[in-house]
């Protein structure tokens, strides 16, 4: 299974961006899904989950600015993230798990590469 991150950039405080994260080896409907988020000597951080049923959660942090979705047809999981805050900016990763998902990385077997998010103030 392979995770292919993308759709960060340079955005201004209160602008928004979509982050993709396409998958292949593997259909997304039998995978839990999740992004997280690793800013400069900080820990990996876990933003939302979205399970193959169609539920999704996302962390308190960002609950009611970002989304997470799927496209089981196109393969791919997205983030949608609107009124982007400085303390947003971080490397944001896709991860898969067939069974456990959760919050915490280490349950997670599949990585992607991660896609640097820098928010100006």
């Known amino acids: 299974v392979q995770l292919q991150a993308s759709g960060g950039g340079l955005v201004q405080a209160g602008g928004s961006l979509r982050l993709s994260c396409v998958v292949s080896?593997?259909?997304?409907?039998?995978?839990?899904m999740s992004w997280f988020r690793q800013a400069p000597g900080e820990d990996r951080e876990f933003v939302a989950t979205?399970?193959?049923?169609?539920?999704?959660y996302v962390t308190d942090s960002v609950k009611g600015r970002f989304t997470a979705s799927r496209d089981n047809a196109k393969n791919t999981l997205y983030l949608q993230m609107n009124s982007l805050k400085p303390e947003d900016m971080a490397i944001y990763y896709c991860?898969?798990?067939?069974?456990?998902?959760?919050?915490?990385?280490?349950?997670?077997?599949?990585w992607g590469q991660g896609t640097q998010v820098t928010v100006s103030s």
């Open positions: 979205s399970w193959g049923g169609g539920a999704t």
């Open positions: 080896g593997r259909s997304v409907s039998n995978l839990i």
């Open positions: 991860a898969a798990d067939h069974y456990r998902g959760g919050a915490t990385p280490s349950a997670y077997v599949f």
